[in-house]
């Protein structure tokens, strides 16, 4: 649930700064030119000072000019709002990841979000949980094998939860910045003739496997239970 809140505000957010952007492009030039030079942070700061509170009427040449103070006022005020409310929930939900799989976070690469992402994955599939192997399936970086008739190969699986991938993937990209395990295995493979692709998903299928063996315990005494005695609180199949 936070995470949806999460999602839901990030998005939010996101679109508040594309409109006050956009209303800055057909703005007064001497109002644009004087917020172009700004940072975000500075932009947002600044238009919150812009809205004019004095109740003389809304006519004349100002009138455009006072509107899009005002405008950006409010998407500055927006973004602050849901900004606080990102952080609440980032506070949140990191608060749940250190009671329950503390284990995630003392992993290279694996910060709260990214270890949040996957335990859901988890959790909304325990069932499919016997293996390792079926959850790399579930994450979409089981190998699939390829040939091109003079090579064979194993190429991008589209299947499973992309969420999850996108979270092996964060934890590869960052693995390969600062872990010098990984980098030694990078330049290994490099050598061997592998491209830098193909060596992205291996890793993956590492961090799988990882990640599986740090949260089984966690499947079965926490998710499981939960999962069954909802279903049995209900009335209907657990699956």
């Known amino acids: 649930m936070y995470r949806l809140a999460k999602g839901s505000a990030v998005k939010a957010r996101t679109q508040a700064i594309y409109q006050l952007k956009a209303a800055l492009v057909s703005a007064d030039p001497n109002l644009r030119e004087e917020l172009a030079v700004l940072g975000n942070a500075e932009l947002f700061r600044t238009c919150l000072r812009l809205a004019d509170d004095s109740e003389n009427d809304e006519d004349g040449e100002e009138v455009v000019l006072q509107a899009t103070r005002i405008t950006l006022c409010l998407l500055a005020q927006r973004v602050g709002q849901l900004t606080e409310q990102i952080r609440d929930l980032e506070g949140r939900l990191a608060r749940l990841v250190e009671r329950h ?8 690469g ?6 949040v992402t996957l335990l859901v994955t988890v959790g909304d599939n325990p069932e499919r949980l016997g293996s390792e192997a079926s959850f790399a399936a579930l994450c979409g970086v089981s190998p699939v094998e390829r040939s091109s008739g003079s090579r064979q190969y194993r190429r991008l699986n589209r299947g499973g939860d992309r969420q999850a991938n996108a979270a092996l993937h964060r934890i590869v990209q960052t693995r390969l910045r600062v872990d010098p395990r990984t980098q030694d295995y990078y330049e290994r493979r490099i050598k061997e003739g592998k491209t830098r692709r193909e060596i992205v998903r291996c890793l993956k299928r590492y961090a799988a496997r990882e990640v599986f063996h740090l949260v089984r315990p966690t499947v079965k005494t926490h998710v499981i239970g939960a999962v069954w005695g909802a279903a049995a609180g209900s009335g209907v199949r657990a699956g």
């Open 101 to 108: 799989a503390p284990q995630l976070l003392a992993v290279v």
């Open 110 to 115: 694996i910060g709260p979000d990214t270890a």
